[in-house]
């Protein structure tokens, strides 16, 4: 996924969190479920058009559904349903409103996202884009071959092992006395 975008699961998850701490009676009841189904099909209502998902597809999405269809898919009254919708809605979670018919009675409700809804989406999309590694990925350190810095350790370490040169020798009289001595003790054991 790109930066910026959304998972479903990212939103349902802060969806979980933040209707408990941001609305009072909430916690408690089934309104969770049917604001869970309703980001299900708000989000898959929400598709671009070359299948892209993320907080503003879901913004401007609509999704037409019959409350009595919402009770029946999740197992709830038709009553209990529109009582949990109508708290939803004053807590600012969704917005919905039904036509009316030309006959009087009312159409299917149309759902969309609440100003509460908007704020957590806007919340997450500023702390998704802010994330940046602190550390590169551990692949992208993995190399074969010895890096710059390893090449001039190595290069070090065997210039230490290399004898001096004559002129360094000539201007170090203790070193040259001790250099002296070692080739006399490996001259004689040999």
């Not at 309104?31 to 998902?53: K, N, S, T």
Request: aromatic share 8%; with cysteine; charged share 25%.
């Amino acid at each position: 996924m790109g930066r910026g975008v959304l998972t479903l699961d990212q939103i349902w998850s802060a969806t979980s969190t933040f209707t408990v701490r941001w609305s009072e009676g909430l916690e408690s009841n089934k309104a969770h479920r049917v604001l869970h189904y309703l980001l299900c099909r708000l989000y898959d209502e929400g598709r671009g058009p070359h299948g892209e998902r993320g907080a503003q597809q879901l913004v401007n999405a609509r999704l037409t559904l019959a409350q009595t269809t919402l009770s029946k898919k999740l197992g709830i009254s038709r009553q209990w349903i529109g009582e949990l919708v109508g708290r939803l809605e004053r807590a600012g979670w969704i917005e919905h409103y039904s036509p009316k018919l030309p006959d009087g009675t009312n159409g299917s409700t149309i759902f969309r996202v609440g100003r509460m809804f908007k704020r957590l989406l806007v919340m997450l999309v500023r702390s998704n884009q802010c994330k940046t590694s602190v550390f590169k990925p551990a692949k992208n350190t993995w190399h074969f071959s010895p890096l710059e810095r390893e090449k001039a350790i190595f290069s070090f370490l065997a210039r230490e092992k290399e004898l001096p040169t004559p002129e360094v020798i000539a201007k170090i009289p203790t070193l040259k006395r001790w250099l002296e001595r070692g080739e006399k003790k490996t001259a004689g054991e040999g």
